[in-house]
Nanobody, 136 residues
Protein backbone atom coordinates (compact mmCIF):
# COMPACT_ATOMS: atom_id res chain seq x y z
CA UNK A 1 0.00 0.00 0.00
CA UNK A 2 1.27 3.43 -0.92
CA UNK A 3 -0.14 6.76 0.17
CA UNK A 4 0.84 10.02 -1.49
CA UNK A 5 -0.23 13.35 -0.06
CA UNK A 6 -0.50 16.61 -1.93
CA UNK A 7 -2.08 20.02 -1.55
CA UNK A 8 0.00 21.51 1.20
CA UNK A 9 1.29 25.04 0.94
CA UNK A 10 1.14 28.55 2.30
CA UNK A 11 -2.15 30.04 3.42
CA UNK A 12 -3.05 33.09 5.46
CA UNK A 13 -4.78 32.70 8.83
CA UNK A 14 -8.46 32.16 8.19
CA UNK A 15 -7.76 30.75 4.75
CA UNK A 16 -8.48 27.35 3.24
CA UNK A 17 -6.56 24.45 1.77
CA UNK A 18 -7.56 21.07 0.42
CA UNK A 19 -5.23 18.15 0.99
CA UNK A 20 -5.36 15.01 -1.13
CA UNK A 21 -4.26 11.48 -0.33
CA UNK A 22 -3.97 9.07 -3.26
CA UNK A 23 -3.92 5.42 -2.24
CA UNK A 24 -2.61 2.54 -4.31
CA UNK A 25 -1.90 -1.13 -3.77
CA UNK A 26 -5.19 -1.79 -2.00
CA UNK A 27 -5.93 -4.84 -4.10
CA UNK A 28 -3.94 -7.59 -5.73
CA UNK A 29 -4.62 -10.86 -7.50
CA UNK A 30 -4.80 -12.64 -4.15
CA UNK A 31 -6.18 -10.04 -1.82
CA UNK A 32 -8.85 -7.40 -1.57
CA UNK A 33 -8.85 -5.08 1.38
CA UNK A 34 -12.55 -4.95 2.17
CA UNK A 35 -12.52 -2.60 5.12
CA UNK A 36 -10.03 0.09 5.97
CA UNK A 37 -9.93 3.54 7.46
CA UNK A 38 -7.98 6.43 5.96
CA UNK A 39 -7.14 9.36 8.11
CA UNK A 40 -5.28 12.60 8.33
CA UNK A 41 -2.83 13.20 11.14
CA UNK A 42 -0.53 16.07 11.95
CA UNK A 43 2.79 16.42 13.65
CA UNK A 44 2.66 18.13 17.03
CA UNK A 45 5.41 18.62 19.63
CA UNK A 46 5.60 15.93 22.26
CA UNK A 47 3.02 13.61 20.74
CA UNK A 48 2.92 10.89 18.17
CA UNK A 49 1.01 12.27 15.23
CA UNK A 50 -2.23 13.83 16.35
CA UNK A 51 -5.37 12.53 14.70
CA UNK A 52 -7.31 15.11 12.71
CA UNK A 53 -10.00 13.20 10.81
CA UNK A 54 -10.70 9.71 9.51
CA UNK A 55 -13.13 8.12 7.08
CA UNK A 56 -14.14 4.51 6.64
CA UNK A 57 -14.05 3.15 3.10
CA UNK A 58 -17.02 0.78 3.34
CA UNK A 59 -19.69 3.01 4.86
CA UNK A 60 -18.24 6.51 4.84
CA UNK A 61 -18.44 6.99 8.58
CA UNK A 62 -16.22 9.80 9.74
CA UNK A 63 -14.39 10.93 12.83
CA UNK A 64 -13.07 14.41 13.64
CA UNK A 65 -10.98 15.58 16.50
CA UNK A 66 -12.84 18.19 18.51
CA UNK A 67 -10.69 21.16 17.53
CA UNK A 68 -11.45 20.86 13.80
CA UNK A 69 -15.17 20.09 13.92
CA UNK A 70 -17.09 22.55 11.78
CA UNK A 71 -13.97 23.70 9.93
CA UNK A 72 -12.47 20.56 8.35
CA UNK A 73 -14.25 18.03 6.15
CA UNK A 74 -12.95 14.64 5.10
CA UNK A 75 -14.34 13.06 1.94
CA UNK A 76 -13.45 10.24 -0.41
CA UNK A 77 -13.57 9.60 -4.13
CA UNK A 78 -13.71 5.84 -4.54
CA UNK A 79 -13.19 5.97 -8.29
CA UNK A 80 -9.88 7.73 -7.77
CA UNK A 81 -8.93 5.96 -4.52
CA UNK A 82 -8.38 9.40 -3.09
CA UNK A 83 -9.30 10.95 0.23
CA UNK A 84 -9.51 14.70 0.69
CA UNK A 85 -9.28 16.97 3.69
CA UNK A 86 -10.89 20.36 3.17
CA UNK A 87 -9.51 22.73 5.78
CA UNK A 88 -11.25 26.04 6.34
CA UNK A 89 -10.51 28.88 8.73
CA UNK A 90 -6.99 27.65 9.34
CA UNK A 91 -5.21 28.87 12.43
CA UNK A 92 -1.49 29.68 12.79
CA UNK A 93 -1.06 26.93 15.38
CA UNK A 94 -2.21 24.40 12.78
CA UNK A 95 0.91 24.99 10.76
CA UNK A 96 2.71 21.66 10.60
CA UNK A 97 3.22 18.56 8.48
CA UNK A 98 0.05 16.65 7.69
CA UNK A 99 0.18 12.91 7.06
CA UNK A 100 -2.21 10.50 5.46
CA UNK A 101 -2.46 7.04 6.98
CA UNK A 102 -4.40 3.84 6.41
CA UNK A 103 -5.44 1.22 8.89
CA UNK A 104 -6.80 -2.22 8.03
CA UNK A 105 -10.12 -3.02 9.67
CA UNK A 106 -10.81 -6.61 8.61
CA UNK A 107 -13.35 -7.21 11.37
CA UNK A 108 -15.27 -4.02 10.78
CA UNK A 109 -19.05 -4.19 10.54
CA UNK A 110 -20.41 -1.44 8.28
CA UNK A 111 -22.94 0.96 9.79
CA UNK A 112 -22.25 -0.32 13.28
CA UNK A 113 -21.11 1.75 16.24
CA UNK A 114 -17.61 0.36 16.13
CA UNK A 115 -14.85 2.84 16.70
CA UNK A 116 -12.92 3.73 13.57
CA UNK A 117 -9.71 3.54 15.57
CA UNK A 118 -8.57 6.94 14.38
CA UNK A 119 -5.32 7.15 16.31
CA UNK A 120 -1.62 6.77 15.57
CA UNK A 121 -1.19 3.17 16.72
CA UNK A 122 -4.26 2.08 14.81
CA UNK A 123 -2.75 2.79 11.41
CA UNK A 124 -0.68 0.41 9.31
CA UNK A 125 0.59 2.53 6.43
CA UNK A 126 1.76 6.13 6.25
CA UNK A 127 2.48 8.69 3.61
CA UNK A 128 5.49 10.99 3.72
CA UNK A 129 3.52 14.09 4.64
CA UNK A 130 2.76 17.50 3.20
CA UNK A 131 3.61 20.79 4.84
CA UNK A 132 0.89 23.30 5.66
CA UNK A 133 2.11 26.78 6.48
CA UNK A 134 -0.35 29.22 8.03
CA UNK A 135 1.15 32.67 8.08
CA UNK A 136 0.44 36.22 7.04
Amino acid sequence: VQLVESGGGLVQPGGSLRLSCAASGLTSEDYVMDHYVIGWFRQVPGKKHEEVACIMNSDGRTYYTESVKGRFTITRDDAKNTVYLQMNNLKPEEQTVYYCALGRREDYVPHSRQSLGCYYYGMDYWGKGTLVTVSS
